[in-house]
């Protein structure tokens, strides 16, 4: 990927600034769930989404049940690293593993130094502690992902061995907007069988492999035939597919899955020369339908492409983030 994210590189190894205290440990989730939560909050919250708040409540509800951290500390992947200070956390990383393809990747995330131990060193030690932490669990890739404006962040996963591999958007549905007329235009329907393989094409090119590990669906799933249908109704309990045409050709299609939470995502698979006005049409259609559903819809999609549509549609631009890969 060509990226303009080259913002220079200095010399690795740099030791913590003299002036700083404190050591790394790693987490006690008993001990250190409440604090952490804390801590991500502080760091993040001026673009953190309803998802990210609910996950940050939960670490406060987890924190105050001894029991079930008791259970999660020795039956969940609860890994990582903090550094602490005078008995006070001032620093976080996270370790998520995840498996594809008989692959072991893991993403370093919630990378957090509190704004008063910043540049001094700690971001630094606590993402060197990750990554070794991974590679003596046999990673065959490691990933971190960082606001695209946060450049600071990026030289240092640059410096660490990271590269830019993807730029992606977030789109969230605005919860107060009402569907329009566009919605009973007859070129949006049900998803028909013979486009899929141009929308199979175009989901593939618009949600890249490499990231397939990172809460993304099997697109083979999708496939109309009675097996695939059989799975859906079986397996996924429910998924709704649409698509948008004209003069007969595949402009853009949409799947949507229910999940157990109410933050759902919308999968779009859309042709080069889809117009505005039929893209923001499908999109307000598959709003318009799922509203029963009491879902928050989002989108995610590589950065700077639609942005006219999904604007149109009544998605506001949640966040771009950068996803760096530092492959072994």
């Known amino acids: 990927m060509q990226t303009r994210y080259n913002v220079g590189m200095s010399t690795l190894g740099t030791s913590l600034n003299q002036a700083t205290t404190g050591k790394i440990r790693p987490l006690n989730a008993i001990r250190d769930l409440l604090k952490v939560a804390d801590l991500v909050e502080l760091c993040f919250h001026h673009n953190m989404d309803r998802e990210g708040q609910r996950y940050v409540q939960q670490m406060r509800t987890a924190s105050k049940d001894r029991h079930f951290l008791s259970w999660a500390s020795n039956s969940l992947p609860l890994r990582g690293y903090v ?49 070794d932490h991974v ?16 450049l600071g962040a990026i030289k240092l996963y640059e410096e660490l061995g990271f590269q830019a591999r993807a730029l992606r958007t977030t ?67 429910d998924v709704r597919q649409w698509a948008a045409q004209k003069d007969g050709s595949f402009q853009a299609g949409l799947i949507w899955i229910q999940t157990r939470t109410r933050r759902a995502p919308l999968w779009l698979a859309a042709a080069p020369d889809v117009d505005t006005e039929t893209l923001a049409a499908l999109l307000l259609h598959a709003r318009f339908h799922l509203a029963s559903q009491n879902r928050e819809l989002y989108i995610d999609y590589p950065a700077g492409e639609l942005n006219a549509a999904f604007e149109e549609a009544g998605f506001i631009l949640r966040r771009t983030l950068l996803w760096m890969c530092a492959d072994e």
């Open 171 to 237: 789109w969230d549905a605005a919860s107060q907007l009402q569907p329009k007329e566009a919605l009973v235009k007859s070129n949006i329907t049900t998803r028909v069988a013979h486009f899929w393989p141009q929308q199979y094409q175009l989901l593939k090119k618009a949600y890249a492999e490499e990231l397939s590990w990172y809460r993304m669906p099997d697109w083979e799933n999708f496939r109309p035939g009675i097996k695939y249908w059989l799975y859906r109704i079986f397996v996924e309990n």
């Open 135 to 150: 590679r003596k669990r046999g990673s065959e890739a490691m990933w971190v992902q960082v606001e695209e404006d946060n």
């Open 83 to 131: 550094w602490e200070d005078q008995k006070e956390i001032v620093g976080n990383i996270s370790i998520i593993p995840f498996r594809k393809a008989k692959k072991n990747i893991f993403l370093l995330a919630n990378i957090a130094v509190h704004p008063d131990y910043r540049r001094k060193g700690i971001a630094r030690l606590l993402t060197q502690k990750g990554m």
